[in-house]
């Protein structure tokens, strides 16, 4: 099913709400680059690309007219030595390459609803929480990162 482009004011803040309306605006005119061909250079979202600070932000860009969108991590954090931040940064990396290398995607294999309790039970009881893994079943912090990621 081919979604609708909203092509006036009106349209897009029906689809966004009237309250919406510098969204709407901008909304529009995205649509209108998009609709004639060319890339949306959303400069206002580009603006804030580098003054929010999220753990992890999307970061929206148009190089050579050509559009690109990443993610960028900042899981690390700093200290408390070199060592710890070097531990972090080596159990990260490895824990993303091994879910990056693994034949389906973690998110293919869980639902969503599963992986939304273990973001809210980590939240609530860090290393002493129980959460589901494919494949393991529901185990400790401590079981799905040495018994599946460090070994």
């Not at 309250?19 to 061909?37: D, P, T």
């Not at 490895?94 to 309790?117: I, S, Y």
């Not at 039970?121 to 401590?142: D, S």
């Amino acid at each position: 099913m081919e979604t609708a482009v909203p092509r006036t004011l009106v349209d897009v803040r029906s689809f966004l709400g009237a309250a919406a309306g510098a969204a709407a605006a901008i909304l529009l005119s995205s649509c209108a680059e998009l609709a004639a061909g060319r890339t949306p250079q959303l400069a206002e979202l580009r603006l804030h690309n580098g003054t929010v600070y999220r753990w992890n932000r999307p970061v929206y860009d148009v190089v050579a007219g050509r559009p690109h969108l990443r993610v960028e991590n900042r899981v690390l954090p700093a200290g408390p030595t070199v060592i710890d931040m070097l531990a972090n940064a080596a159990f990260y990396y490895g824990m993303l390459r091994t879910l990056a290398e693994d034949d389906r995607p973690v998110w293919t294999k869980m639902r969503f609803a599963a992986a939304q309790h273990n973001f809210l039970e980590a939240a609530r009881h860090g290393m002493q929480a129980n959460l589901f893994w494919p494949g393991m079943g529901t185990v400790t912090t401590e079981e799905l990162v040495i018994g599946r990621y460090v070994t």
